[in-house]
């Protein structure tokens, strides 16, 4: 950083230097302030010396003291000067530039939120929401805060089913002198293979500051993948693991089935069970938004909405049921699963005549 900005009434603003690149040995670097538009004696007192890093230390502080005043001014300017005999013990920045600002300043609270892969179930990751104040002020600063839900579903616990993050709420506060505060947000991972997705913070209520920002969003990266489970040596390329969910037999399938099997349904189209690693409905989903993918061998392509969407016990992979569409031909068929803006690999299916 090589720039601060400071409200007048902070009395005091401390200036911390780091040193880099190793730590042996003793280290001494000057400093003096430097007017801008800025003058010393009657907007900051101005101060020089030198900072001696004993060996193993990688921090010092200074301290330099802002006059308040009554005038109403605009913004003023003064630098902090690094020098060294030695040009090769100083890195960047050397200088940093104060900006003053009247008293009459209200700060404005700024946020920033970095993506998070979101990790697989039993494990959980910290979102961190970095809040910034534009300028060090004498007077404390604070905000009400509280998550909610874009694509992404918060609830109080990770161990609610189908929950993305665990929401929160509070109050941020910024002591005289801070400018950043951090707000972590627990991200609950999962094995459902599911689109990007997204929540906010959002601030209220701010005391001795104003709301610079829209709700600050959070982006949950998914590191999980559908895969529709095929045949380790079927008699085609590729060859899906189903099976006629009446009659439990292996493809090639009938598009209706036999007149001889008896069933209470009406609609006498076969229907097909597969299964898929990563599929997990959220709550209060149907299983119609798990879409099954058909095409033949022209390109031409069948779409069908899942019938019955179920975990199966004690496996990590999910039974899906489809009705198989009217018009299709004798003939293989190629065969993915959409949901939750996530596309399967594909496998091959075979139509009897």
């Known amino acids: 950083m090589n720039s601060i900005r400071v409200i007048e009434d902070i009395g005091l603003v401390t200036i911390t230097v780091l040193r880099k690149g190793g730590t042996l040995g003793n280290l001494t670097v000057d400093y003096t302030t430097i007017d801008g538009t800025a003058t010393a004696g009657q907007d900051y007192t101005s101060i020089s010396g030198s900072l001696t890093f004993s060996n193993g230390e990688t921090t010092k502080t200074l301290q330099i003291p802002i006059i308040d005043d009554a ?137 001795n500051a104003v709301v610079d920002f829209s709700p600050a969003t959070e982006t949950i990266l998914d590191d ?59 709550p209060g989903e149907f299983p119609s938004a798990v879409n099954v993918v058909i095409i033949d061998n022209n390109n031409l392509s069948f779409t069908t909405r899942a019938e019955d969407v179920r975990a199966v016990p004690n496996t990590d992979f999910t039974q899906v049921v489809f009705r198989l569409p009217g018009n299709m031909h004798p003939g293989t068929y190629t065969v993915s699963v959409v949901v939750h803006f996530q596309t399967s690999n594909a496998g091959t299916i075979r139509i009897a005549p």
């Not at 993506?115 to 600063?141: C, D, K, Q, Y």
């Not at 001889?260 to 189209?269: F, G, P, V």
């Open 71 to 207: 005038v109403t001014e605009p913004d003023e300017t003064f630098t902090l000067v690094l020098r060294a005999s030695n040009l090769e013990t100083l890195g960047a920045p050397a200088t940093l530039v104060v900006t003053l600002q009247d008293r009459s300043t209200v700060p404005a609270i700024s946020a920033n939120a970095v993506p998070v892969v979101e990790g697989n179930t039993g494990t959980t990751t910290e979102a961190l929401f970095t809040f910034t104040l534009s300028a060090a002020t004498g007077r404390l600063v604070t905000a009400n805060y509280a998550t909610a839900n874009l694509d992404a579903f918060g609830s109080p616990s990770c161990s609610n089913p189908g929950t993305d993050y665990e929401t929160a709420s509070g109050t941020i506060t910024f002591q005289p002198g801070n400018t950043s505060v951090n707000v972590p947000v627990k991200i609950c991972g999962d094995n459902s293979a599911e689109a990007t997705e997204r929540f906010r913070i959002s601030l209220t209520n701010p005391v």
């Open 224 to 282: 999980d993948f559908l895969e529709l489970l095929l045949e380790d040596s079927g008699p085609v390329v590729n060859q899906v693991a189903a099976l006629d969910a009446f009659l439990m037999l292996r493809d090639p399938f009938r598009v209706a089935l036999p007149d001889w099997l008896a069933t209470t349904e009406s609609d006498r189209n076969t229907r097909v069970m597969f299964f898929v690693r990563g599929l997990q409905l959220n």
